[in-house]
């Protein structure tokens, strides 16, 4: 019973993924050609939440689908982009960020929005902007900030196809014959463990530059806390400066610090050199343990009210 938990325990899975990584890489040659099925599979479970009368009230979703998108691109993408800029030396370590600065939310944004009470209608609106900007934001980043350097654009086409348009199919069919309560049980266990091999392969892969080279990994490390533990406190002050409801407040921290590393560690290994998912590999790190960060946060506040 207490293994059975264990396994089921989300942050259990992730730090598995993260020592595994390090202590086993060999296999982690064979769990990245999964990598793309995985994503996609942890993709159309969390678009189930889209519902299929999202777009019929634009009106409703018009400001925090805005809000999203400023949130993950401009802010976020930006904050990644200058930082990385100053810090960053390496070409691959630097096309790893741009990587990640072009890639849409964490899908984690939604899931904990709901665990850290936050707005998740409001998040839900920016996620899914986010991801349908994606289309046009992610192409055109590459081709601005890598240019030459990215010589596949059809290859990109087909991962976008496979990991934002596929999965957002199949939750529509999910959907259609509403096999959503079936699923119920096993979404969980099936996403964490989608992100395992994502998190495993990134680490594993780039496991002995990791050992080799660990002078390479303190810009990295310093950016990746950056853009989520200073990041993320900084949008809380300003949106509390601003008298913003503490729910909306939570869905803006989660959509300007959350990128989904298993998309940008993913183009990296099929676009680039392995030395690309280096930056995708350490930012999980950090925003997993940011994500713990905040939900210990939130139990703390919640055990002093109850006082």
């Not at 490390?221 to 503490?246: H, N």
Request: glycine content about 6%; aromatic content about 12%; some cysteine.
């Amino acid at each position: 019973m207490f293994m059975i938990k264990l396994l089921n325990n989300r942050n259990f899975i992730f730090l598995l993924a993260i020592v595994a990584g390090l202590l086993f890489p060999q296999p982690s040659q064979w769990t990245k050609t999964v990598m793309m099925p995985a994503l996609a599979i942890v993709m159309a479970l969390a678009t189930i939440n889209v519902p299929n009368d999202y777009f019929l009230n634009p009106r409703a979703i018009l400001r925090p689908s805005l809000a999203g998108i400023l949130m993950t691109y401009l802010v976020l993408g930006g904050f990644i982009l200058l930082l990385s800029a100053f810090l960053i030396d390496d070409h691959y370590l630097w096309i790893g960020f741009v990587l990640i600065a072009a890639v849409p939310p964490a899908v984690a944004v939604i899931p904990f929005t709901a665990i850290l009470n936050g707005n998740v209608s409001y998040t839900l609106s920016g996620t899914v902007a986010s991801y349908i900007a994606a289309l046009l934001v992610m192409p055109l980043m590459l081709w601005v900030f890598i240019g030459t350097a990215f010589s596949n654009p059809s290859k990109l086409a087909g991962i976008i196809f496979m990991l934002i348009i596929l999965p957002l199919f199949v939750s529509r069919i999910i959907l259609y014959f509403q096999w959503q309560n079936r699923l119920a049980s096993v979404r969980g266990p099936l996403t964490d463990w989608g992100f395992f091999v994502v998190l495993y392969s990134m680490i594993g892969v780039n496991r002995d530059l990791i050992f080799s080279k660990p002078l390479d990994l303190i810009p990295v490390a310093a950016t990746a806390f950056c853009t989520t533990f200073v990041l993320g406190a900084v949008i809380r002050k300003s949106c509390e400066i601003c008298k913003m409801e503490r729910s909306s407040i939570i869905s803006l921290v989660l959509q300007g610090t959350l990128k989904n590393q298993g998309i940008a560690g993913g183009l990296a290994l099929s676009l680039f050199a392995k030395e690309t998912a280096l930056p995708s590999a350490v930012y999980s790190v950090f925003m997993i343990l940011y994500i713990m960060w905040l939900d210990w946060r939130k139990k703390s506040n919640d055990s002093e009210q109850s006082r």
